[in-house]
């Protein structure tokens, strides 16, 4: 059973740059949440996804966008790219099913942005 | 606001010695808990959780953690530390009766393991 997946691994992008990373949910899971780790920081929720639709979202921009697809995978998109933008991008799996939504965690996309 | 609180940044312990890795949380009401680990190139791995009852919790790997409701501290502890364990521990709150299930984390405790 593979769990939650993530691509790409790595990534390098210039400032004001456009990246797109993508997330596979373990099997069995429908909800998808994004959250992003800086450097020596613990991870910050970004948003979550549920049934193709963002059920709520963190204190972050509206140059993050995402998206849910019919078999619950999901992209996270990030517009004008910051150098503070730079950090590891988690995604969380979990189902709707479980009373407190205990996420599985992928390996995550290091992105780098000069 | 909710917030965790993990006080200490890095902890050095010799292969072998007892650990305890501490976190305090600030919540209008008692969260679930949970403590994570991360390895380097890894992502977040649940090692235990506490939704009610038993306020001392076993996870995997040897690990336990007890919830102090009158200090609002979810401490990791483990009686003999192996070199494997070296990582980023994590403390993280959910808020109880969410289905939602957003974490909130501490911004990690970095284990060092000497031989």
């Known amino acids: 059973d593979a769990g939650v997946t993530q691509s790409p691994t790595h990534l390098i992008k210039t400032r004001g740059q456009q990246v797109t990373l993508r997330c596979s949910p373990k099997?069995?899971?429908?909800?998808v949440s994004w959250y992003q780790q800086a450097l020596g920081q613990g991870p910050q929720f970004i948003f979550q996804?549920?049934?193709?639709?963002?059920?709520q979202r963190g204190n972050f921009p509206d140059r993050f966008s995402g998206h849910q697809f019919p078999n619950y995978s999901s992209e996270l998109n990030v517009n004008a790219l910051w150098l503070g933008d730079s950090a590891l991008y988690l995604c969380?799996?979990?189902?709707?099913?479980?009373?407190?939504?205990?996420?599985?965690f992928g390996p995550g996309t290091r992105l780098t942005v000069t | 606001a909710q917030s965790v609180t993990q006080p200490d940044i890095h902890i050095t312990v010799s292969e072998g010695a007892s650990l305890e890795l501490r976190c305090n949380y600030s919540?209008?009401?008692?969260?679930?808990l949970f403590w994570y680990v991360q390895s380097p190139g890894q992502g977040l791995q649940l090692l235990l959780k506490?939704?009610?009852?038993?306020?001392l919790v076993q996870g995997i790997k040897g690990f336990e953690a007890e919830f102090k409701r009158s200090q609002s501290s979810f401490n990791l502890r483990k009686p003999s530390v192996h070199w494997s364990d070296a990582a980023e521990y994590f403390c993280a709150v959910a808020r109880r009766g969410s289905t939602l299930g957003r974490l909130y984390f501490g911004r990690g405790t970095q284990l060092t393991v000497w031989p």
């Open positions: 969380a799996s979990s189902s709707s099913g479980s009373v407190v939504g205990e996420q599985y």
């Open positions: 996804y549920y049934e193709e639709e963002e059920r």
């Open positions: 506490y939704f009610s009852g038993d306020t």
């Open positions: 099997s069995g899971h429908d909800t």
């Open positions: 919540y209008g009401a008692t969260p679930y």
